[in-house]
Structures are given as structure tokens and as C-alpha cells.
């Protein structure tokens, strides 16, 4: 969404192979195919000669929601070291998004900006998320990487390295990448440290066939008694990403619902806010959920990437750019080799302690931009204007990949 799960518990008991078993092993297993898992099975294959497999629990005609993501400078920066071509396919068509304003539903400006005032050369582009994940499927087949669809994953052992599917089969690995998600069943089965924090928010989301409401800028509107908000950004010139978020609880996961319960959300909304959120044919609820930074993100010769690591609130629209930059620092940590598991097990821990500092502080600022956001009681205009100050709130989207893929 952006500014602009499933926990299983111990580790699944040991069982007898069952007469179909997976025999086949590669040297890296990625579980799960959403941005990060793709991204990371591209920059293992580019930077490494290890066989990579990614095991994706669906069909894979569900893995993508019909929604956008907004597409930050430390995005971009990461999926043109990935793949400069992929980058530009994506890139292709999208209306570069100029400028950002917040607004109260009465009209009132809160704050606005240029992104310009950052950096010069800021790039800020909404990207439908299905677009991101077909580039990377096709990359990474391109490869080779082995992507396993309809293998869902019960839970991972990290002392023998060993996968257990559903079916009732095993998998062997090298290395294993938790990349499932923000309710992980890998990070389940490593580190046991509980259901990521649910936050009292739910969260709309669609695509609709019209011209921005405000051309090339990133826009909120705050209602004036409540804490409901709602964000544009411009995807093409006659295509727009939408979301509102409000308080509330929402069932795991993400589910479809009709126009009619955000438009009661937006009483007290504009007339063309409402109106693009009615004429959007599908409309995506979900739940809102987070993690405090944690120091721990794997063992032995597993670890984790993306929202199974460092799931973090939306508000900032960082979760994929920060599950592209974890794939490039992964495979940096294990180009030298990492060839035994020792070494492995090394640089894995390499790869975490390099993260974690940066993801730490982008996980925080997310979830205070979205205290501040949807703040119960008005909030002083000069509190909110600092805290939307840009060079302050944005500063995180520098980023200097960690290696150069051919």
C-alpha cells in the first residue's frame, strides 16, 4: 500500500517419507515466490553458480493481489542491479510522481513538498505488484531457478536442514530463505518468537481506470474528525492506485469485499474520492500487521528475507523495496562461496547483521508514521509538518547496492 501471514508453532514432528518424496535437492530453497523470493533466486543465479529452487504454496495464478505498490529511489536502484532490462520494462509508461501533499477532507493543506526538495533525480512510480512479480517470474525461470508451484511449506528443521511439505514430503537444501510472508512458517519453525503484532487497522486497496485525481503527486486526504485516511498516487495517465486505511480488525490475509464498505468509511470524503473508490472493480481488504526489529533472523543454515524477517507497517511503502535490498545483500554475503556449511552458516549471519541496522530503523519510522497518521485526536499542523518534513521522513530511499550482477 504506502505513503506514496500463518504461524505454526514448533517445528513439525519428523515422519516416515511418504511413497512420493521430494528427491530432488538444490543448494539454495527459497520458500515463497512474492517479490523478495523472486528477486533473490535472480541475484543467487547472477552472482553464484548455486541451483536455486523457490517453492510457492499456490497455483500461481494467486501469488500477485491486482494491486500497486509505489516504486521508491532505493526500489528503483535495486531492480536496476537486478536487471536494468526488467527495470525498464517497468518502468515504461508510469507517470513519475513529482510531488506528495496531504490534505484534510475539508480542504485544509496540511503539508505538501516537492520530491525534488530531497534529491535531485528522486523517482517515485507506482507499479501494479503483478507486473514486478511477472518480470522476476520470467528472469528467474530464464536462470534456471526450479520455481515449485503448489508446495506449501509445513515448516523447516535447520539442524538437518530438511523442509517439510505438506503432502507429507521432505525437501533437502544447502540453505533455506524463509521469503513467506509476515505470518512465515519458516520463522516459525526457527525462531519461535510468535504471530507478528496485529495492528487496530484495515486496509483497502484498488486500481481504477481514471485520470489521477492530481496529476503526477502522491496525495492523502485526512477526515477532519476521524482517524481515516485515504492516498492516491497515479499509475499511468488514465490509470490510479488507491488506498484507504481506518481503525478496525480485518481476517488474516487478503480477501475481496465491494465498494460499499469503504464508501462508509468516506461520509465525510470528497465527492471525487468517492467516486473513484466506487468505480473500482476490485477492491482488496486486508489487515495491518508489524514486528518490532528483532537481532535473531535465522540459525544455523536458515534465515529469512523481506516480510518474514522485518514485516513492517505500510505507511512508508518500503516492505518490497526492503525485500529487494535483502535479496542483493544475500546473495553479496554468499558470492565468496559458502560452499560448506560452515562457511554457509557464516555468511548468513554476515547477510543479517548487514541488514539490520537499516531494516531496524525503516520498521520503526513506519510503524510512528502510522501512530502519527491515524492519531485518535487532532494533531498540531507544525508536529505533522515535521514530521513529514521530506529530506527527514524520505531519507531512507538512498541506498548503494552491495554488488554489481551482470
Known sequence: MGFCGLSTGATPARRACPLVCHASSSDVVIVGSGIGGLAAGVALRKATNKSVAVLERSGGEDIADGTSISVWPNAWV??????RDAC???????????????VKASGKVISSWSFEQV??????????????????????????????????????????????????????????????????????????????NVSPLVAYRGIVEEKAISTCQALQVWDDSSPVR???????????????????????????????????????????VRDLVNKSKKIYRNGVVDRLPSLK???????????????????????????????????SALQLG?????????????????????????????????????WDSPLPAGLISVAFFPPLVFNHCKYTPPLKLP
Open 78 to 83: 535495486a531492480l536496476e542491479a537486478l536487471d
Open 88 to 102: 525498464e520494462r517497468l518502468r515504461s509508461g508510469k507517470v513519475l510522481v513529482e510531488s506528495g501533499k496531504v
Open 119 to 196: 534529491w535531485k533525480g528522486f523517482e517515485l512510480r507506482a507499479v501494479p505488484r503483478q507486473e514486478i512479480i511477472s518480470e522476476l517470474s520470467t528472469l528467474a525461470t530464464e536462470l534456471g531457478v526450479d520455481i515449485r508451484y503448489n508446495t506449501s511449506v509445513e515448516g523447516v528443521d535447520p539442524w538437518s536442514s530438511t523442509i517439510y511439505v505438506e503432502d507429507g514430503s521432505t525437501i533437502k537444501a544447502g540453505i533455506i530463505v524463509g521469503a513467506d510472508g509476515a505470518g512465515s512458517r519458516v520463522r516459525s519453525s526457527v525462531l519461535k518468537d510468535g504471530s507478528p
Open 230 to 272: 485515504f492516498g492516491s498516487v497515479p499509475i499511468t495517465e488514465d490509470k490510479m492506485y488507491w488506498f484507504v486505511t481506518a481503525p478496525g480488525t480485518a481476517p488474516r490475509g487478503t480477501s475481496f469485499v465491494t465498494s460499499e464498505e469503504p464508501l462508509q468509511l468516506l461520509d465525510n470524503f470528497p465527492e471525487d
Open 297 to 331: 533472523w535465522g540459525e544455523e543454515t536458515v534465515t529469512l528475507l523481506g516480510d518474514a524477517a522485518h514485516p513492517m507497517a505500510p505507511n512508508l511503502g518500503q516492505g518490497a523495496a526492503a525485500a529487494l535490498e535483502d535479496a542483493l545483500a544475500l546473495a
Open 338 to 374: 559458502a560452499d560448506d556449511p560452515n562457511s554457509a552458516k557464516k555468511a548468513l549471519r554476515a547477510y543479517e547483521r548487514s541488514r539490520f541496522m537499516r531494516v531496524s530503523i525503516i520498521q520503526l519510522r513506519s510503524r510512528g508514521v502510522s501512530t502519527l497518521a491515524h
